[in-house]
């Protein structure tokens, strides 16, 4: 049986470097990166990357997740949080240990995980986790599955269960 790529969109205060050195954080291209070694198309949105609302809502209607960067807030994040909590999509947090990451962001009832990370490295492995179970989902509700399977295997030490929760 041949199945689409999941698309995840990935957005929020990442670091837009080119370079990569596996140490404290990862970039925008570095998650690209993986979702191409799992089969996960990543939908990257920078931070000036969308040119109106109906893209922004286009991007969410197409992804089967949201990964967003919430350790630098920004307004196009938030926003597609938003437009993400109604269309029901899953959502990721991703920041660095010990940031002062907003309750409203954690709180919010579609988030199903959050990567709190010390090391460039374990959000890398917390990252292909998440990647991994959302590739393996067939159709359906895919917030409701991924909820289910996110945490039944081992884990990497980095992932969490989400506030809200």
């Known amino acids: 049986m041949i199945r689409a790529k999941k698309d995840v969109l990935v957005t929020g205060g990442f670091h ?34 969308l040119s109106s609302w109906e893209e922004g809502e286009e991007r969410v209607r197409r992804a089967d997740l949201i990964v967003s960067g919430v350790e630098r807030p920004t307004w196009e994040a938030g926003i597609l949080g938003g437009i993400g909590t109604v269309f029901n999509k899953p959502v990721v947090l991703v920041y660095f240990e010990g940031r002062k990451v907003s309750r409203m962001a954690r709180g919010a009832p579609n988030v199903v995980a959050e990567i709190v990370y010390s090391t460039g490295n374990e959000a890398e492995e917390a990252v292909k986790h998440v990647f991994h179970k959302l590739r393996d989902i067939y159709g359906g509700e895919k ?9 039944q295997s081992s884990l990497p030490s980095s992932l969490k269960r989400p506030a809200n929760k």
């Open 16 to 49: 837009r470097g080119e370079d990569y050195s596996g140490q404290d954080d990862l970039t925008f291209n570095r998650i690209a990166q993986l979702g191409e070694e799992i089969g996960v198309n990543v939908l990257v949105v920078r931070e000036d990357g």
């Open 143 to 151: 917030r409701e599955k991924l909820e289910r399977v996110l945490f």
